[in-house]
């Protein structure tokens, strides 16, 4: 060895290893997150101990939200949790992919030629600016000659329900559809000012329904199968969308609907699209905010209810999404709501370039997640919704 030069002890060569790992990991670093203000909980939570004990009936979740919602990738790890632990009550809301949210469960609606989307956000906006689109913020219509759409039903226990949701069209514009099950004789199903919630018992076997557009523009709200214990999680997202989009929805109409889907925990995933327009001052972001939050709240009384802050995402947008997430804490405990912050999962607003070294951690847009990025963030966020039980 040459003359002044230092020996390398075990410890030193362990300490620059650490070191090294620490500043390099080897699998993303995904920090839990607790719930702020979780007695806010509370009748959630009963709901699931009551299922837990065979007393229950359904809990159900509503989840609104944008992109990072409507794909159905985190919540999918959610609805997926709850549903093995405290029963699956079923599909949730539907509408065929491409309209509304990608739900990812086993009920599976088809696309049909001839219906169009309806509604009214930040981005790609279709149709009439009449606010009745239902329990989704979304729903379709038919715009010329239609095909049946098709709901494709797997396997399961007795006592299913298969609803459709469904409303007069734009100006009073009446009509009608045909609904089939399976074999069975058609039956007809008239839209009206108000929602229609039509219930069919469904056998427990494999099946299709087919609805058909009989007369007029009935326009078609949404779908789903249900069992009558467990728990159904809405996925309600909306790509672009923003909390102030609540603001245009048509009150009685979801009201209407909500009625026949009680809520036991509503959930608002919003703030991203906030936070990337430099044109939204903070100080319209919070009325709207605040108003939205609050409308949401009288239609679910009695429910839970939980604000999700925005995802982390890159540097350039982290002080805006930092003065976002600050309004959505100050709103979520002024209106009796628990709050999670999902950026901090990865370290807080603009700290996304730690994940995005992992394969799927991210999307190529630097805005999203990718699929693992999702599910890693599905399951924090379970597991906070879960905790004390």
């Known amino acids: 060895m040459r003359r002044g030069a230092a020996w390398l002890t075990g410890a030193t060569i362990l300490a620059w290893v ?24 509370a009748h959630f939570h009963e709901a699931l101990r009551a299922l837990e004990r065979g007393q229950g009936r359904q809990v159900r979740v509503l989840h609104y939200g944008d992109s990072n919602v409507a794909a159905d990738l985190w919540t999918q790890v959610a609805r997926d949790t709850l549903q093995r632990r405290f029963g699956d009550g079923g599909s949730g809301y539907l509408l065929p992919p491409g309209h509304g949210s990608w739900n990812r469960g086993p009920v599976r609606v088809s696309q049909a030629p001839g219906w169009a989307t309806r509604r009214r956000g930040f981005a790609r906006d279709f149709g009439p600016s009449d606010g009745r689109w239902g329990l989704a913020g979304v729903a379709i219509e038919p715009v010329g000659p239609t095909r049946p759409i098709r709901v494709h039903v797997p396997a399961g226990p007795a006592g299913r329900v298969f609803q459709l949701h469904l409303t007069e069209g734009p100006r009073g514009a009446e009509g009608a559809v045909q609904l089939t099950v399976g074999e069975a004789s058609p039956r007809l199903i008239r839209a009206s000012r108000t929602a229609v919630v039509d219930a069919t018992q469904l056998a427990p076997g494999e099946q299709t329904l087919s609805i058909r557009r009989v ?20 996925v309600l997202g909306i790509n672009g969308h923003r909390a102030s989009a609540i603001l245009h929805w048509d009150l009685e109409l979801l009201r209407a609907q909500l009625a026949a889907r009680p809520a036991d925990l509503l959930v608002l995933s919003y703030g991203g699209n906030e936070a990337l327009d430099p044109q939204l001052s903070m100080a319209t972001y919070e009325a709207q905010t605040t108003e939205a939050v609050r409308r949401m709240r009288a239609l679910t009384p009695g429910a839970s209810c939980l604000l999700v802050g925005p995802l982390a995402t890159y540097p350039r947008h982290a002080e805006r999404m930092r003065q976002v997430t600050r309004i959505q804490r100050q709103i979520a405990a002024r209106a009796g709501c628990g709050f999670w912050d999902s950026a901090a999962t990865s370290g807080g607003p603009g700290t996304l370039p730690a994940w995005a070294r992992f394969e799927g951690m991210v999307g190529r847009d630097h805005l999203h997640l990718g699929r693992a990025g999702y599910t890693r963030v599905g399951e924090v966020f379970v597991a906070a919704l879960l905790h004390g039980l």
């Not at 920090?31 to 806010?40: D, L, M, T």
């Not at 007369?215 to 809405?234: A, F, I, K, Q």
């Open 18 to 41: 650490g070191a090294a790992v620490a500043q390099h990991p080897v699998t993303p670093v995904v920090r839990p997150v607790p719930i702020e203000g979780a007695p806010a909980l």
């Open 215 to 234: 007369s007029g523009r009935p326009r078609l709200l949404g779908v789903s199968v249900e069992h009558p214990r467990g728990v159904v999680y809405d």
